[in-house]
Antibody, heavy 122, light 107 residues
Framework: EVQLLESGGGLVQPGGSLRLSCAAS????????MTWVRQAPGKGLECVST????????YYADSVRGRFTISRDNSKNTLFLQMNSLRAEDTAVYYC???????????????WGQGALVSVSS | ETVMTQSPATLSVSPGERATLSCRAS??????LAWYQQKPGQAPRLLIS???TRATGLPARFSGSGSGTEFTLTISSLQSEDFAVYYC?????????FGQGTKVDIK
């Protein structure tokens, strides 16, 4: 069974940085695009960033472009999200999600991690 | 960016009854439409993609229909485990966007 396990969430002050990781298993990691989706408390879902299977192509929501960086290490089956210049409005549960395929996203997300809570507050 | 609008915001249904959830796109997304179910404290779960293709193992009481800008998720006979929030998502163009969700609760 596909597993996605996020880590790295926590409390950070406005303007600070945090790095999320997502350890993937039980599928050929490099063959699929991967996406970070976030959900603010009591709110809906927002796609934050997607990365192609090779890591060569990345996509960002306007709300995070220039502040967040998505990357992956296919040798370690791990996805990352480096978050800089954090704002209160970035407070959310961040989910790592597996795209249905690789190629030209977006695609449906067929597996999700359990989520990592990021709280931005002074 | 394609805006997805779901209705109603809350749907109160008795167990065994039929539930019909609607989703509208601000521009055509073809059949590039998915539905997700989310229960409290859990990650979303993919139910339907391609507007009408059920995920592996999904009970037949769930069905999706529509194309272009108008879509429907129907749950033919609600079971206790179906009470949750349902989101539609378009994946026709980046960024993929979700509706605000429809909460299906017990009447």
């Amino acid at each position: 069974e596909v597993q996605l396990l996020e880590s790295g969430g926590g409390l950070v002050q406005p303007g600070g940085s945090l790095r999320l990781s997502c350890a993937a298993s039980e599928f050929t990691f490099s063959s699929y695009a991967m996406t970070w989706v976030r959900q603010a408390p009591g709110k809906g879902l927002e796609c934050v960033s997607t990365i192609s299977g090779s890591g060569g192509t990345t996509y960002y929501a306007d709300s995070v472009r220039g502040r967040f960086t998505i990357s992956r290490d296919n040798s370690k089956n791990t996805l990352f999200l480096q978050m800089n210049s954090l704002r209160a409005e970035d407070t959310a549960v961040y989910y790592c999600a597996k795209d249905r395929r690789d190629g030209n996203p977006p695609y449906p997300y067929d597996y999700w991690g359990q989520g990592a809570l990021v709280s931005v507050s002074s | 960016e394609t805006v997805m609008t779901q209705s109603p915001a809350t749907l109160s249904v008795s167990p065994g009854e039929r539930a019909t959830l609607s989703c509208r796109a601000s521009q055509s997304v073809g059949s590039n439409l998915a539905w997700y179910q989310q229960k409290p404290g859990q990650a979303p779960r993919l139910l339907i993609s391609g507007a009408s293709t059920r995920a592996t193992g999904l009970p037949a009481r769930f069905s999706g229909s529509g194309s272009g800008t108008e879509f429907t998720l129907t749950i033919s006979s609600l079971q206790s485990e179906d009470f949750a929030v349902y989101y539609c998502q378009q994946y026709n163009n980046w960024p993929a966007t979700f509706g605000q969700g429809t909460k299906v609760d017990i009447k």
